[in-house]
């Protein structure tokens, strides 16, 4: 199986920071790799699939770049509603593995 | 759009086995994969596995020995089974359209509510 971790794995910000989250895989996955968003109480929401393909109707503050086995998750001006997890996937192989996940709060 | 809905017993007693329905609408359960994702309480998300509309599947190995994913595609439905649970398959359900693009970049862009699934007594 391939291992995704995830750093830091919580961050509080202010509004209108640039807030950076890091992922990395145990193995080379290419570019297949996805993030998503949880708020509390709700399902995940896809953001960014193949690493840096922004999902529709997903706010251009995101942004996901890296490729191999280093990926970063970049929210450009943090909003309020912003606070929650973010999750990384790798797609590359089954079993479908995910991170972590990095809790995002609002200072 | 495509809306997913699970639904299936809360409460489940050690030992048996769990059965949850998921329910397409707003568009046909062909020509897509479909997932089952859950997530224990506080705690992250784990795939449990998919099926494509022609029934053919693809398990997590931690739990292919108990699991089953079947499709039904006369009700746009499709099912999840798992035996012999204990209170570490208490977690909420997710299940979740999984969708390709370029031939090989797949990702879970529609997801059901998710349902609280309780292990106990």
């Known amino acids: 199986d391939i291992q995704m971790t995830q750093s830091p794995s919580s961050l509080s910000a202010f509004v209108g920071d640039r807030v950076t989250i890091t992922c990395r895989a145990s193995?080379?996955?290419?570019?297949?790799l996805n993030w998503y968003q949880q708020k509390p109480g709700k399902a995940p929401k896809l953001l960014i699939y193949?690493?840096?393909s922004l999902q529709s109707g997903v706010p251009s503050r995101f942004s996901g770049s890296g490729s191999g086995t280093d990926f970063t998750l970049t929210i450009s001006s943090l909003q309020p509603e912003d606070s929650a997890t973010y999750y990384c996937q790798q797609s590359y192989s089954t079993p479908l593995t995910f991170g972590p996940g990095t809790k995002v709060d609002i200072k | 759009q495509v809306q997913l809905q699970e639904s299936g017993p809360g409460l489940v007693k050690p030992s048996e086995t769990l059965s949850l329905t998921c329910t397409v609408s707003?568009?046909?359960?062909?020509?897509?994969?479909w997932s089952w994702i859950r997530q224990p309480p506080g705690k992250g998300l784990e795939w449990i596995g998919y099926i494509y509309h022609s029934g053919s599947t693809n398990y997590s190995p931690s739990l292919e020995s108990r699991v089953t994913i079947s499709v039904d595609t006369s009700k746009n439905q499709f099912s999840l089974k798992l035996s012999s649970v204990t209170a570490a398959d208490t977690a909420v359900y997710y299940c979740?359209?999984?969708?390709?693009?370029?031939?090989?970049?797949?990702?879970?862009?529609?997801w059901g509510k998710g349902t609280t699934v309780t292990v106990s007594s």
């Open positions: 979740a359209r999984r969708t390709t693009v370029n031939r090989f970049y797949y990702y879970m862009d529609v």
């Open positions: 707003g568009g046909s359960i062909s020509n897509s994969f």
């Open positions: 193995q080379s996955i290419s570019s297949y």
């Open positions: 193949a690493a840096s």
